[in-house]
């Protein structure tokens, strides 16, 4: 479960960590109370999942009443894409918080490292970038540590990571106990990623957190009842939510060809296969083993409802699923949903040829057959090219 910055800062407070005062607001009037009572000026901060914000014109800073009214009226409703074409996602609410004269940005994150099994904490003199530009700008100024989930972090330990980190030793005891304490929150909130970009010094020489990124293990959040009630008030990507309402599992990228498969595994190597045959994918979406056609009736629609989607490919691995279900939910949805779309089908295993004999008969003219991986994901990028040609 992502949370929205304010959701974040208001963890990160319950912590002790520094953050800027600010106030949620969903309407003009109340981000105008909100203002008024902070003090100018106050930076105006549209509550999305995505980022590039800023650049968006999602960001504004306030120097007065007046202003603040234009600002959140301006933010308000509009609708923000993402750096990479995420979205739109439309916004309903803001942030308001006092504003911040920068001295100094730095960028700080933790995040759960699966391969290594530990959390990875990472600090960078460099901040007000993404971190694969810092990377790649000057990889030295990256720091990296892995820390025992158990143990957490200690206050030696942080210290060493601020000195290689090449922070000034004026802000390193500050950036230490921020280090700490982050990791404490990662820990105790089975938080899996946590960004603070920037983390910054003010002009009192107080290094503050402007800005949060938090993931929570959706799997823990039993444990966390409070941070359950948060997700009711976040807008979700439409078809990501779309998924969850109907219990699939649904991850959005940014291409234009709809992938659904059974199993996290060849869902997985379908993705790649895709990409290797030159074509972008624009999901993931595992149905599930023992798949029904209602279960690909609801992938279709989901997938569907994404505009940037021109073709699909369905790969199909049959064992506890039955390929001729997963034919009937094809040709359902189809006539349900009016899916004129290409269709691209490999079918293999449980109960295969009577799956390929029913989508024969169903006279469908947008269903195409292979019967290799390869050559379903070598059908369906040159499919998705050809929509994009007419369309163009």
Known sequence: MDLLEYQGKELFARHG????????????????AASDELGYPVAVKAQVLIGGRGKAGGIKIAQDGSEA?????????????????????????????????????????????????????????????????????????????????????????????????????????QVASILVKLVEVARKEDATLIEVNPLIVNSAGEVILLDSKVTIDGNALYRHPELKELSDGVAEDPQEAMAKERGLTYVKLDGDIGVLGNGAGLCMSTLDVVAQAGGSPANFLDAGGGSKAQAIIDALEVITSDTKVKAILFNIFGG???????????????????????IVVRLDGTNSQEGLALLDGAGMTNLHHESTMLGAAKRVVELAASETEKSA
């Open 320 to 342: 506890i699923t039955r390929c001729d279900e997963v034919a009937k939910g094809i040709i359902e949805a189809t006539r349900k949903i009016g899916l004129d779309m290409p």
């Open 69 to 173: 009214h234009e600002h959140a009226g301006n933010i308000i409703g509009m609708d923000i894409v993402g750096p990479h074409g995420e979205g739109p996602f439309k916004v309903h609410e803001l942030w308001v918080e006092v504003g911040s004269e920068i001295e100094a940005e730095y960028y700080a994150s933790v995040i759960l490292d699966r391969s290594a099994k530990k959390l990875l904490v990472m600090l960078s003199r460099m901040g007000g970038m993404d971190v694969e530009a810092i990377a790649e700008s000057d990889p030295d100024a990256l720091v990296r540590q892995h820390v025992d989930p158990i143990e957490g972090l200690d206050i030696e330990t942080a210290n060493g990571i601020v000195e290689r980190s090449g922070i000034p030793t004026g802000f390193a005891d």
């Open 17 to 32: 960590l520094p953050v800027p005062a600010g106030s949620h607001a969903s309407t003009v009037d109340q981000a105008v």
